[in-house]
């Protein structure tokens, strides 16, 4: 920025004009994010999902293609424009992936499928970790091909993903098309898939929302019939952002460094914390389904809320005990396990197991707005908090974490191996206490008929 400075104008930066450059050009990823999941659900139901997600590819390439030329134009607008471009690609894919690959996976995997999410953002993460090493592409000669990295994998997919099916809810309950919903769960499920029973239980949702239009975000933000489920999404994903993560990862070089760990290899440790966050991803795609997504989200939250306690204790002891950082080193993996076991593999797809198709898309919307919301203040509110509070800002996280603990233990029910149908009936049976409506009725109706093991026909 400097040098292209110099070159155009004659004129040296001083450091808060770097300073504000700097974060203007870091705060373009948000913007782009938040545009892109606000727009999303209107391009998903369109276009439908393959397809929203195919012509998205084309952000990603276009960005890659700013970033690969702006050393060589010497603009620093490009690399912004870029990552603006980079920002409105990830909010749509977060959003409109999400719902294609929930909607394509059986009942019985949808809990397994939906923790790939995030485990396909932690490996993300941990690449950018490696590929950012100097021995790999952190060089000043190499930097443009690591920032453009992520247009070859938009290129990737631009050209696989037309070869996949469309969603076949989207086919059946959106568009109607139930020869196209069973020739794309065909092709998902194979010879020896059960057809019958993925088309049933469709069916009977499609029949339930019968002349119920799709709705809204602010047809969501006044819907009671909803509202519980609403408030279980803005708790968990507000939480997402606000559990502390971000501290204990900026906090990590502190506590490796006072552990003894010479500096020049603090890059190497910090992989180490990556590659936990992956492999606890892993283990909980595989135990999901046995030990149920209500029950990995309470000992998530309540076991970061107690490591981010115990955790605060440990910093401040270890300026007057000598092995106090080797605590706070194992406290710090601790927590990603908590963290990558419990909010970050079971948050994402939460929406889509929650809200009927009806809601779906509006609900998807909320959700990853007030995931980068929470992101773009965590990125300027944080380093603030740090300043003025150090390591005491873990408290703060503390009580969000402790706080989403108790909620989902006392207000959100288990989802695994349910329908939307019966989870959507179990949240009407918690907490309403006033007349039903009728496609609350309906959803009881299902409930009461799916766990006699009687036939419902609507």
């Not at 995997?109 to 485990?119: Q, W």
């Not at 992520?150 to 139930?178: A, C, M, N």
């Not at 605590?327 to 908590?338: A, D, E, Q, R, T």
């Not at 963290?339 to 593999?345: I, L, Q």
Request: glycine letters at 8%; one cysteine or more; aromatic letters at 14%.
């Amino acid at each position: 920025m400097n040098a292209t400075c110099v070159q155009r104008y004659g004129h040296y930066l001083e450091a808060w004009e770097l300073s504000l450059i700097w974060s203007f050009t870091v705060s373009m990823y948000c913007i782009g994010g938040l545009l892109g999941c606000l727009v999303a659900g209107r391009l998903a139901a369109a276009y439908g999902r393959k397809r929203c997600l195919v012509l998205n590819n084309v952000l990603a390439i276009c960005g890659a293609l700013l970033m690969l030329l702006s050393k060589t134009a010497h603009s620093f607008e490009m690399i912004m424009a870029a990552r603006f471009l980079y920002g409105i690609n990830a909010g749509v894919a977060l959003t409109v992936h999400t719902m294609y690959v929930l909607e394509c996976t059986p009942k019985r995997l949808r809990g397994m499928v939906g923790v790939s999410v995030a485990g396909f953002v932690s490996f993300g993460k941990f690449s950018g970790q490696v590929l950012g090493l100097s021995e790999v592409m952190g060089t000043e000669d190499r930097w443009p091909f690591l920032l453009a990295f992520s247009g070859f994998i938009g290129f990737l997919q631009l050209v696989t993903l037309p070869f996949l099916p469309e969603s076949p809810r989207f086919l059946l309950l959106d568009r109607g098309d139930r020869p196209g919903c069973e020739k794309a769960l065909r092709r998902l499920l194979g010879a020896g898939g059960d057809l019958n029973s993925e088309v049933e239980e469709m069916q009977v949702e499609h029949a339930a929302l019968q002349g119920v239009k799709s709705h809204g975000v602010l047809e969501l933000l006044l819907s009671r019939s909803v509202r519980w489920q609403l408030f279980t999404i803005i708790v968990t994903f507000t939480t997402l952002q606000l559990c502390g993560i971000n501290a204990v990862y900026l906090y990590s070089f502190d506590v490796f460094r006072a552990a003894g760990i010479p500096a020049h290899n603090l890059r190497y440790v910090a992989l180490g914390t990556g590659l936990c966050e992956i492999s606890t991803t892993v283990a909980c795609g595989m135990v999901i389904e046995s030990t149920g997504k209500r029950v990995l989200l309470i000992r998530g939250y309540l076991g970061m809320a107690a490591t981010l306690l115990i955790l605060t204790l440990t910093l401040y002891l270890q300026e007057y005990v000598s092995w106090m950082p080797y605590c706070s080193m194992v406290l710090i993996f601790i927590f990603i396990f908590f963290f990558s076991s419990g909010p970050a593999g079971v948050t994402a797809p939460l929406p889509g197991e929650i809200f009927t198709q009806s809601y779906k898309t509006a609900a998807f919307v909320v959700a990853c707005t007030l995931n980068w919301v929470g992101l773009f203040f965590v990125g300027m509110v944080f380093p603030l908090i740090v300043e003025y509070l150090e390591y005491f800002c873990f408290l703060i996280f503390f009580f969000f974490c402790f706080v989403s603990g108790v909620f989902v233990w006392y207000g959100v029910p288990e989802t695994r191996n349910r329908s939307i149908m019966e989870i959507s009936a179990e949240f009407e049976r918690m907490h309403n206490k006033t007349k039903p409506t009728p496609e609350n009725k309906l959803d009881t109706l299902y409930l009461t008929h799916s766990q006699t093991g009687q036939a419902t026909k609507l």
